[in-house]
């Protein structure tokens, strides 16, 4: 373990009249504004960070909806032109007889999403009521957001190489649908969303407030 | 109260909970972990920063092989296609989808290279022993900022899910793009795990120099 000292009593920079730069954790005192180690800009609580969230979250929300109404793969054979949503994939993978990448596909693209939604409003109604409870489980879920909301861009990327390779004029094509397009932007925007969250407030609310 | 306070430069605050410490010098190998949150503040790797560099070197080159080498071959019933990295990318070139054509070229090839040449430009002096280069700070925040936004590992496990599901269908090759790729994943990820954001900081500060 690390032997990184600390003051008997933990306080935050905010309660010792200092401001930290969050790029490289350099301390500075309160009225700068940029910090003299990385060049960053320092601010000592991101005050707009919950309203950034709300945006940013709402608007990943909203393109999340077509993303599951409208189809993400156009396979067309020479029999037959069909259309597949995300579940869909999903579910005709698992018909196949794939139930690992089934899971993936549907964990990536399902599972991850909505748990994102609703731990990142979990997160901001948590701070906004101020609350003192599972402040240690809440940093983790706000850790486990930043680090697992990308990889839901897997289903794109599938749509893109599958698109890409099965391009065989006659016998099978496969085309990019328009839900690809709205799933990418809903992972953008949550991943906007989870950056714009600043964490330095879950641990504010038994701190004197200023 | 600021009078029985270490000098600034003696404290770090945690980036995720604002909680103070006091900077020590670790032991060899050693991470120091915030006492509040628990993420870690810093680790001591005296080579790190060589490793890092010699890394994202290693992975630049391994990138621009990627890109220019067949990434897979797709046969079926006698005919034949060959696809690229870059020809994933423009699966999206056909009307409404282009901007999602563009957004994939950054986030498996643009802002992946875009991160290591900015990695090489800050850190290049540092190991000959010199004074950074100008600018060497905003390229390596420019770098972290994108850490996020850099998407070749997932890049790589939704081809393994395209391969699964195409295999029934027709006979897929392997090129030697895909190892490339593959190689600059598992390099990309050991580089980050070896970035100290703190140290790497202190060794870019000119001012205390």
Known sequence: MGSAGHDQALISARDAGLVACQRCGQVHAVQTAICDRCEGTLRSRDTQSLQKVWAWLIAGMIAYIPANLYPMLLTSTLVERSESTIIGGAVELAEHGAWGIATIVFVASVVIPMGKFMAIIYLAISVQRKSRENRHGRHKAYEAVEFIGRWSMIDVFVVAILSALVQLDTIATINPGIAAVSFALSVIFTMLSAQSFDSRLIWDADRTPQ | ?209
């Not at chain 2, 900077?23 to 972990?33: F, K, N, T």
């Not at chain 2, 282009?98 to 850190?123: D, G, K, Q, S, W």
């Open chain 2, 1 to 209: 109260m600021s009078a029985t306070l270490p000098q600034l430069d003696d404290l770090v605050a945690c980036p995720q909970c604002d909680t103070l410490h006091r900077a020590q010098s670790l032991p060899d190998g050693a991470r120091a972990h915030c006492q509040r949150c628990g993420i870690v503040l810093m680790t001591s790797q005296p080579a790190a920063i060589a490793q890092v560099l010699s890394l994202a070197l290693t992975a630049f080159v391994m990138m621009i092989a990627a890109v220019s080498f067949p990434f897979l071959t797709l046969d079926a019933g006698g005919l034949h296609n060959a696809t690229s990295v870059i020809d994933a990318v423009l699966a999206f070139n056909d009307g409404y989808a282009f901007p999602l054509a563009i957004a994939v070229a950054f986030f498996i090839v643009v802002i992946p290279l875009m991160r290591l040449t900015a990695l090489i430009y800050a850190l290049g002096p540092l190991v000959r022993e010199q004074s950074p280069r100008n600018g060497a700070r905003t390229a390596f925040a420019f770098a972290e900022r994108l850490r996020p936004w850099s998407m070749a590992e997932i890049f790589i496990v939704g081809v393994t899910v395209a391969l699964i599901k195409v295999a029934g269908l027709a006979v897929v090759t392997i090129g030697p793009a895909f190892w490339a790729f593959a190689g600059v994943v598992v390099i990309t990820v050991l580089k980050d795990q070896l970035i100290c954001r703190y140290s790497i900081w202190e060794a870019l500060d000119t001012t205390k120099h």
